[in-house]
């Protein structure tokens, strides 16, 4: 770590910021005015300003040696000039001298040079380039040429006209004359009025007019080039950031990556200042210190010289661009590098298989000025993740977004209808996971302290109620043995913590958690070191925690058991019909509730067979994660050989694993067989040419109907939303005329770029038509992964561990979003009751279940919805939770034993999407 400056130089370093210029430049404007007596009545504060502002400014000059420039020393004789002409010199000096004092005090002005020296320098340098000189030199000889020229002429025809405004007189001379022209050159205001003058003086006027309007515009092209070199050269200059975060790669096709920070950052604006609220428990009630969060600070590092043209919106103010190799030092220099508290670095598609090497190029070089900020990135083959580690070292986070994207398309497949979900929890438009880590010895051994019995443990149960109050789900806790620290300008780590998603179950045993003594619904205090929430925003989650750390986020002990004791008794009433109706029939609102919960059951997956048309680099994880999670999964796959210009066919067989023909031939119609893990397989089909669709409509009638059929947003093509829609219509209408074959459900998962472009679709994939026995059997599910990507990228960067988060999320083996459907009601049945978010939390807590969302009639889902009035059961279509999805079925009906603490199967640690 670099020694730490002297006081006095790092108060010289705050001149250069813009609060303190702005007020230097005020104090300088306000002791030139002329009003009497003002400069009498501030001269002691003026004094005391710019004589501190001169000690520093000696002192920046001494440190720079031998570095300092001219215009240093220049600017620093100005400032002793400015500071001497505050002294009351008028005193001291005759009267005849102090005549000169006026300008001396006007020597004040050109302090504010030093301000805008920058400025200032780049148009001193642009003035005085040899090209610019010539332009210059030649219009000013062209003007005063034809002055002179005409003058001349005027002189020797002895032309009488009022040539300086006062009317025709024998004294004109030589030079009022080349003054006249100047003038007829300079505007065409000073045409002659009238045509009542000498015909020569007319048609020197009007030529001399003409000719200075076409200079004029020639002045104004030169204009506008110098004003458009020194914005280009403003953008050479570093942007002057510090704690700020930096984005390297194709930024110009990042506008939804940009655009999701700057919302990001925009919801959170609450949290840039410090509350008077938390002042006063700080100092009187002894609660943890305020914190103050940055300004939403971005630059961004491209290729091109011209910015993107999403900079210009109203939002992206604080987002600068500068121009350059992301491997080149000179340019990470121009973007702030050194002081940048988090990085994401992209990948480029156009370089191909180089895409990691050039990433790795860039982390490199990033890591040789700025060791201690996060970087995230973007990793395009799965094989060179730990190698991106090995490079970053510590504070590197290889984001693997196929793997990603894989998991995730096949979340919505096991899963139908969580895309609602998703696109609110992994968008800045609804509630997202936040996560709050406990910095410093001081906040462990205040939160060791709230641990009760021999074993110093708290209630996750109670804690989760506590934190339901500030409308936070509290889904997790950070264990560990160290106490977590950050220092200043550095972001929170969690590196050296171990997550455990939902404390209602235990942690697989032997894991990392596991050992640190985490039992279900039991929170070791003395190693809890932080929380893990799903909130609108990370303020209600940090209030939850600086709660806890006062004691007052742990619910009392008595409304915690009654809650626990009443979620087990219906739990045991569910056991046969009689007692649920006895619950069901129940007159308080959580009697009804812990009986409309007891009727809940997990989403059975009805998939066996998929059909996928279309390549995408995340097709396969996607084959890789159906044969996890679907063991014998028949899979159809039908690829085009179109695109061979980015990746080529033969490159997109392999990355499936398939071997191709002793000739090298493709599939083709005749197809190609690939076993996948678990029983599963896949059948390959090539086309050549267009209309892949109807070679999907064939390839698929071979066999049984298919469950699901997945569209993939393939990359190539002028316009590849279109592609997609015109795919989805063609199977839309196979299915119309007959010509495919369906079970009795299916869902169709499409993956576009915009979703917005793609909802015509939906009303053209009608399921009476198509012959469904309803609109229930046929789902259309619409998802944008670019979003999704983008969004992941950003939260991943903003919120600490969410990247291990979402691992166990979309991984298997770890916790589950699971979908728990409600019965729906027989003919001429009515459901009754209503359902209040909390009471649902305590009545799912028997199952290991933490309820996240409700997805209601009309299809809109509440994620963490807001305190107030209970909703109607009718209307709650499903509940959305947290769970172990492959032990809730079997689980459902098993209720722990007083004391057991509600353990449930332990599972195995899910695999890494990210490190």
Same mark, same amino acid.
């Given at each position: ?13 705050g ?13 300088? @404007? ?6 009497? %007596? ?10 005391g ?9 000696a ?7 031998r570095?300092r ?28 001298? #102090?005549?000169?004092l ?11 040079l ?25 219009v ?5 040429? +034809? ?17 300086d ?19 007829q ?7 002659? #009025? ?12 009007l ?35 510090a ?11 990042a ?10 950052? !925009? ?10 609220? !938390? ?7 002894? %609660? ?10 971005m630059?961004?590092?491209g290729?091109?010289?011209?910015p ?11 987002v ?6 992301s ?33 790795a190029?860039?982390? *490199?070089?990033f ?20 190698l ?15 793997r990603?994207l ?21 968008? #800045?438009d609804?509630? !997202?996971?936040?996560?709050?880590i406990?910095?410093g010895?001081?906040?462990?051994r205040?939160?060791?302290a +709230? %641990? ?39 972001l ?12 209602? @179950? ?7 958690a ?6 279900a619904g039991?929170?070791?205090?003395r190693?809890?070191?932080g929380l ?6 990370? #303020? ?12 007052? &986020? ?29 619950d ?7 009697g ?25 680099p ?12 679907v ?16 990746m080529p ?27 996948l893990?678990? =029983? &599963? ?58 010509? @495919? ?10 993956e ?13 994939l009608?399921?009476?038509?198509c012959?469904?026995? %309803?609109?229930?059997?046929l789902?259309?599910? @619409? ?12 939260? *991943? ?25 409600a ?21 799912? !807590?028997?199952? =290991? ?49 007083e ?17």
């Amino acid at each position: 770590m670099a020694p730490r400056q002297p006081l006095l130089l790092r108060l010289a370093g705050g001149l250069e910021t813009r609060p303190v210029k702005a007020a230097l430049s005020l104090l300088i @404007l306000v002791s030139v005015l002329p009003i009497q %007596g003002l400069e009498d009545e501030l001269r002691p504060y003026f004094l005391g300003i710019f004589g501190v502002e001169l000690l520093l400014r000696a002192a920046l000059l001494r440190q720079r040696g031998r570095e300092r420039s001219r215009l240093d020393v220049l600017l620093f004789a100005f400032d002793v000039i400015a500071w001497v002409s505050f002294l009351p010199l008028e005193r001291l000096l005759d009267a005849h001298a #102090a005549h000169a004092l006026p300008v001396l005090r006007l020597t004040r002005l050109f302090l504010l040079l030093r301000f805008t020296r920058e400025i200032a320098i780049d148009l001193y340098a642009i003035m005085t380039r040899r090209e610019l000189l010539e332009q210059f030199g030649l219009v000013t000889l062209a003007v005063w040429g +034809l002055a002179f020229g005409a003058s001349v002429l005027l002189s020797h025809l002895a032309i009488s006209h009022d040539y300086d405004g006062r009317g025709p007189v024998p004294d004109t001379t030589f030079f009022d004359r080349i003054w006249w022209s100047f003038r007829q050159l300079e505007s065409a205001d000073n045409l002659v #009025a009238n045509l009542h003058v000498h015909p020569v003086v007319a048609v020197l006027s009007l030529g001399l007019t003409m000719v200075g309007v076409f200079i004029t515009s020639f002045i104004i092209g030169i204009g506008a080039n110098v004003v458009d070199q020194v914005v280009r050269a403003a953008r050479r200059r570093p942007v002057g950031y510090a704690g700020h975060a930096l984005v390297i790669g194709p930024v110009h096709e990042a506008e939804m990556l940009v655009q999701e920070f700057v919302r990001l950052y !925009e919801r959170h604006r609450a949290l840039r200042s410090i509350r008077l609220s !938390e002042l006063w428990v700080w100092l009187v009630r002894r %609660g943890p210190p305020p914190t103050r969060h940055a300004l939403p600070r971005m630059a961004l590092l491209g290729t091109e010289d011209d910015p993107p043209a999403y900079l210009y919106a109203p939002r992206m103010r604080w987002v600068a661009y500068r121009t350059g190799d992301s491997a080149q030092p000179e340019a990470l220099g121009l973007v702030g590098a050194a002081g940048a508290k988090r990085a994401l670095i992209l990948a480029r598609p156009d370089a191909g298989p180089d895409a990691d090497a050039v990433t790795a190029m860039a982390l *490199s070089s990033f890591r040789t000025q700025n060791r201690r900020g996060h970087v995230f990135v973007e990793v395009q083959e799965s094989k060179n993740r730990d190698l991106l580690q090995a490079v970053g070292g510590p504070g590197t986070y290889p984001l693997d977004m196929q793997r990603f994207l894989g998991f995730f398309l096949c979340q919505h497949l096991i899963t139908p209808g969580v895309e609602a979900l998703y696109t609110d929890l992994m968008t #800045a438009d609804g509630s !997202e996971f936040y996560t709050h880590i406990f910095l410093g010895e001081e906040a462990v051994r205040t939160v060791a302290a +709230l %641990g009760e019995g021999p074993g110093g443990e708290i209630s996750f149960s109670r804690m989760a109620r506590a934190a339901c109050q500030n409308n936070v789900i509290l889904a997790g806790v950070f264990l560990g043995d160290a106490a977590p620290e950050r220092r200043a300008g550095e972001l929170v780590s969690t590196e050296g913590l171990v997550q455990w998603l939902n404390p209602l @179950l235990d942690p697989p045993e032997g894991s990392p958690a596991w050992a640190l003594g985490a039992r279900a619904g039991r929170v070791p205090a003395r190693r809890l070191r932080g929380l893990i929430g799903v909130s609108a925003t990370y #303020a209600p989650l940090r209030r939850y925690g600086r709660e806890l750390l006062m004691g007052r &986020g742990i619910a009392p002990a008595e409304a915690a058991n009654g809650a626990g004791a009443s979620a087990n008794g219906a739990g045991a009433s569910a056991g046969g019909a009689g007692a649920a109706a006895d619950d069901a029939g129940a007159t308080d609102g959580a009697g009804a509730t812990r009986a409309w919960a007891a009727t809940l059951s997990p989403h059975q997956s009805r998939l066996d067979r998929v059909l996928i048309v279309g390549y995408s680099p995340a097709l396969p994880s996607l084959l890789h994660a159906l044969a996890q999670f679907v063991p014998g999964i028949e899979v159809t796959l039908v690829l085009g050989e179109r695109g061979d210009e980015r990746m080529p066919l033969a490159d997109r067989l392999a990355s499936l694993g398939v071997t191709p023909a002793p000739d090298g031939a493709p599939p083709g119609q005749a197809g190609a067989r690939l076993d996948l893990p678990r =029983g &599963g397989s896949v059948a390959v089909y090539t086309q050549h040419g267009h209309d892949l669709a109807s070679l999907a409509v064939r390839c698929a009638a071979r066999g049984a109907p298919a469950s699901a059929a997945v569209f993939l947003s393939e990359p190539e093509g002028l316009d590849r939303d279109a592609r997609t829609a015109m795919r989805l219509i063609r199977f839309a209408r196979a299915l119309e005329s007959g010509e @495919l074959a369906h079970g009795a459900r299916l869902h169709v998962l499409a993956e576009f770029s915009s979703v917005a472009k793609g909802e015509h679709v939906r009303s053209l994939l009608d399921a009476g038509k198509c012959g469904f026995a %309803g609109p229930d059997r046929l789902r259309l599910s @619409l998802v944008s992964t670019e979003r999704i990507k983008n969004y992941f990228m950003v939260h *991943s960067a903003f919120v600490p561990g969410v990247t291990t988060l979402y691992d166990e999320l979309l991984g298997e083996g770890g916790q589950d979003l699971v979908r728990i459907e409600a019965p729906r009601p027989g003919p001429g049945e009515r459901v009754n009751g209503a359902i209040a978010f909390e009471e649902l939390r305590a009545a799912l !807590e028997p199952r =290991g279940v933490i309820p996240m969302a409700l997805e209601l009639d009309d299809g809109a889902v509440l994620l963490n919805p807001e305190p107030g009035p209970a909703l109607a059961a009718a209307r709650i279509r499903a509940v959305y939770a947290l769970a172990r999805g492959r032990d809730l079925a079997a689980y459902g009906d098993r209720q722990p034993e007083e004391g057991e603490g509600r353990e449930a199967a332990r599972g195995e640690q899910a695999p890494r999407i990210s490190a």
